[in-house]
């Protein structure tokens, strides 16, 4: 009997150090500074891109002509904008652009109607405009760094954002983020931000440097 006890210890001991090697040796998500002006520049020209390409596909539609040769085009556009780094670069994109229209496209669509709905104002883009002035603090956004929490045990969904200020206030978000399964690809699907923009900002206004 002692020395069951003793080999269910041994095992639990191994198994423990396995599990802690596990979480110092797996490589952790590695932070990445990014220029958001050159971001609003890329999605600027990926919005006028796409806004052609559907100009196009509406002509030769008309035309009833083949349109299958356009489609990697446009595909080029949504894969950059369908992983978590790319919906966090496209969300602080729009909040320097001051873009209320694609800045609300940046999060879960139920959560951000939670968030524009929770003011009574009736204009929801003046409501949108007002997000993005408390996250960009009126105009101080500097620029933001990306880390992606994909070894999280407890969720995999989210990621670290650290954003800064010219006024050097740096302040640390976490996002959450959720998952939309596309008929082409259930595997990976469509990312968008799950956090509220409220706690966003609540984080932002009580944030240290």
């Known amino acids: ?26 490589p952790k998500g ?5 220029s958001i002006e050159s971001s609003a520049k890329k999605v600027e020209e990926d ?9 196009v596909y509406t002509w030769l539609g ?11 085009k446009d595909e080029d556009v949504f894969n950059k ?23 609300v496209q940046s999060f879960q669509p139920t959560n951000i109607s939670k968030d524009l709905f929770a003011v009574e104002n ?12 408390r996250i960009s603090r009126n105009g101080k956004l500097s ?22 200020y010219s006024d050097d206030k740096i302040v640390t978000l976490s996002l959450s983020f959720s998952r939309t399964p596309t008929h082409h690809d259930e595997e990976d699907g469509i990312y968008s931000i799950e956090s509220s923009v409220w706690d966003i900002i609540e984080e932002i206004e009580k944030g240290t440097k």
């Open 47 to 55: 919005i006028e891109s796409v806004k052609n390409q559907e100009q």
């Open 81 to 103: 904008y369908r992983v978590k780094k790319g919906v966090v670069e496209y969300l602080f994109a729009t909040i320097l652009l001051e873009d209320p229209n694609h800045f």
């Open 143 to 164: 620029k933001i760094s990306y880390t992606d929490n994909k070894v999280s045990f407890k969720d995999g969904e989210t990621a670290k954002v650290k954003v800064y």
């Open 62 to 72: 008309n035309k009833e002509l083949e349109v299958g040769y356009l489609e990697g």
């Open 30 to 34: 590695e932070e990445e500074i990014i």
């Open 1 to 26: 009997m002692n020395t069951i006890k003793k080999h269910i210890i041994l095992i639990i001991l191994i198994l423990g150090i396995l599990i802690i090697g596990a979480v110092y040796l797996i």
């Open 122 to 133: 009736p204009d929801k883009i003046e409501v949108a405009t007002n997000m993005i002035n």
